[in-house]
């Protein structure tokens, strides 16, 4: 039994600090413009590829622009479309998963077979196709991302929603009062969230991993954006002379998304959720 | 009159302990009985009464990093507890035979029957496989067991649990063990494959001499088959007793409470008698 | 058996059709026009009724389902049409570049295999070891790390710091290494963890048990009875992860200009040549489900459960 205490201890401590990690980068990310020395996007020739200074904490890249703000400026970018990733992944998982869930039938048939469809092409090719179809750029790639991830969602709602139904039919045959619903929501939502949470965390890190594997393609964010795989992008050749400017974006990516898989796992383990 | 025979497995103060984060807890104490040649002992108890423990004490299968056995366990004479693994490995299988509950779970599902018949007897002989297959067959000819050659070929899932606990058997007696322990040979079979295997048992026992420790929870096979009954609770033996001695005139409460709780459906006597 | 093979075999051509119907749709949905694409690549200036003839000569002027169907034999003659870019057959801009992918993807799952395997068998059966905490530890990594950011890593420290490999383009071997390896962390992340649980989970399973109760020497019951056991859900996740494979490839030829296909189909989502993008969806349908059938086919020796099932012998 102690052994699990420490177990759970463990995990705990695990989302303490990746918590404060993540709240770190969020305050970055709204911080940006006071934080950064300089503007991302402010050309200057002039300063093109110098090694780190005062001026210029990580130097600048091949257009003389600022690579620590750039990086800044980057974490809004990557976090705040994970965000925006998750929030409309987690509606449109809600309806559908409500919808299916209650509709039943060949509603729910047929909504979860598009979503196993959707499930068993890579993700990563499934956003390329689509970019394939609309053009490339952040927009369709956001798109794209969402379109992937809202079936997981959907799935653990739909269960959600499954199981609320078997409890109704239950309960009307106790003819209970309209406590139900309040039983209900005890019951059944704390089950849910934690799931959701798990799901979200990890997802989030995933569609950053994403975003900047496109645009390191060159087919999500557009120039002058500042983004950190379209910073690799662009660093990659200078990477004998100034081996920063591919360096520490690509450690910023591996740090955010480090911290959500481990707050995601660590949650999965306190909560009892199974990861993916 | 008994006539001063030696024990065949004779084991003596029999004490086992587990160590924990928590210290150390008893598992059994004060353990103490003897098989002679060509006896079935039978071993009754409820679950976590320490039947396992006893038996896979006995087979040195114990982990040996938290588990400690204390007490002397000797097979003709020859002590086996804290004996080196080694050695212990060819007394495994061959001069003590373990006869497991569920046949389904204990063969590999991967491997045919022949297959690991033949692993067994080539782990403890020198036989090559022709041989070693050849004597597997004689065995389940002898024992009847209908088209050896065709059973050898086929993997445990296309076999019924008697059938596959009648190989079982087949493969313990192969070697001529001095001692088979038979862990609730009987729990997870119907009636008639039950009946086929204790006749197995009895006819082994017979033929070799083998002594049997029979663990059962059924009180039924027990008054068929065995010699002397030890009854076990909570770790402990509370009674030893001739298996006639036992049935007729009990002397612990618990073996009364046992024999009491046998569910009759008419007042005479049923020929097999329930289940705990 | 065989009907189980015949079977596996035979659904494989209806999903291929469905890809086939996804991708005709994908180029009727797309908003270039195959005329327009060939007199810009060709820097002719099209009139009207060039434009008219052209399409009348690619056919698009028929039903979609008569095209659709044209579409389908082409397909199986390895026709995949024009490319918008360079005019020249699809099929052999593919063929030229396809033998370089296929080293690559090949070679990481190679590696990926003989590493993953041991390590993962290992930590299972030596439950939080240095080789456990290891391996957990490189699982961990192994699927947060971008691989391209990884890719660059190798090329800075080997390449540029350490001047042990090239640092791009292909010829040796030397040349294959990197980008291999690159390619195969995140499988060797995936596998060794999946193979690492099977492991503890059979590890409490009765038949091991018993085998100890044979006498059977430790070694042998772990080489033997439980890998055999415990491979089997790796090699289902193998063949699930095909599909990562394919896309890791894409990104890997991105960092180091290694000359296959992936690279190309970047420069055609680039270029808008539908034709191109097509003929990479049906080849990577095809290959995912070839892929799963040879994991089936496996699973099927590894595991007779699997064909057998429903032959009982009382």
Known sequence: MIAKLQYQLKSQKVIVISSFILLGLFMITLFAPWLAPNDPIAVNLAHKLQQPSWDYPLGTDHLGRCTFSRILYGARISLGFAMLIFISALSIGLIIGIIAGYKGGWVDQLLMRVGDGLMAIPSLLLVIGFVGIWGAGLKQVILGLILVQWVYYARVIRGMVLSLKEQNYITAAKISGSSTWTIMKKHIIPNVIPSLAVMGTLEMGWAIMNLSSMSFLGLGVQPPTPEWGAMILEGKSYIRTNPALMLYPGLMIMIVVVTFNLLGEALAERYGVKSR | ?276 | MGTYVLKRIITIVPIFLIATLVTFGMINLSPVDPAEAYFATAHIQATDEMLEQKRHEFGLDQPLLIQYVNTLIKICQFDFGISYVTNKPVWEEISSRLPATIQLTIGSLLIAIFVSVPLGFLAGIKKNSGMDHFSRFLSFIGASIPSFWLGYLFIFFFSVKLDLFPVEGTGTWKHLILPSVTLAFPLIALYTRLLRSSVLENLQESYVLFARTRGFHEKMIMRKHVLRMAISPMITGLGMNIGNLLTGAIIVEAVFSWPGFGRYFIDAIFNRDVPVIQAYVLLAAGVFLISNLIVDLVQMYIDPRISRKGRQYQ
């Open chain 2, 1 to 276: 009159m008994e006539s001063k025979e030696r024990f065949i497995l004779h084991v003596r103060d029999l004490h086992v302990e587990v160590r924990t984060k928590e210290g150390s807890f008893k598992l059994v104490e004060d353990i103490n009985f003897g098989i002679k040649k060509g006896e079935i002992l039978g071993l009754v108890g409820e679950s976590g009464s320490g039947k396992t423990v006893t038996s896979m004490s006995i087979l040195q299968l114990h982990d040996r990093k938290n588990i400690q056995v204390t007490g002397s366990i000797t097979l003709h004479d020859r002590e086996l507890n804290g004996l080196k693994n080694t050695e212990m490995r060819k007394i495994r299988g061959k001069d003590i035979a373990f006869i497991m509950q569920n046949p389904m779970n204990a063969f590999t599902p991967v491997f045919t029957i022949g297959h690991q018949f033949i692993e067994t007897i080539q782990a403890h002989t020198s036989l090559n496989k022709k041989d070693a297959r050849e004597l597997a067959v004689d065995v389940m000819e002898s024992v009847n067991l209908p088209e050896p050659e065709k059973l050898l070929k086929l993997y445990p899932f296309q076999l019924s649990g008697g059938m596959l606990q009648r190989v079982m058997i087949a493969m313990a007696a192969c070697l001529k063990p001095s001692v088979i322990i038979a862990d609730e040979p009987t729990t997870a079979l119907d009636l008639h494959s039950q009946l086929l295997v204790l006749r197995l048992l009895e006819k082994i026992r017979l033929e070799h001499g083998t002594s049997i420790l029979l663990i059962s929870h059924d009180l039924g096979v027990i008054s068929e088959m065995a010699d002397h009954v030890i009854v076990m609770k909570h770790g402990k033996i509370v009674e030893t007793a001739n298996v006639l001695e036992l049935f007729d005139n009990p002397q612990h409460e618990y073996t009364k409470k046992l024999l009491r709780t046998r569910p009759t459906l008419y007042s005479e006597k049923q020929p097999y008698t329930y289940t705990l």
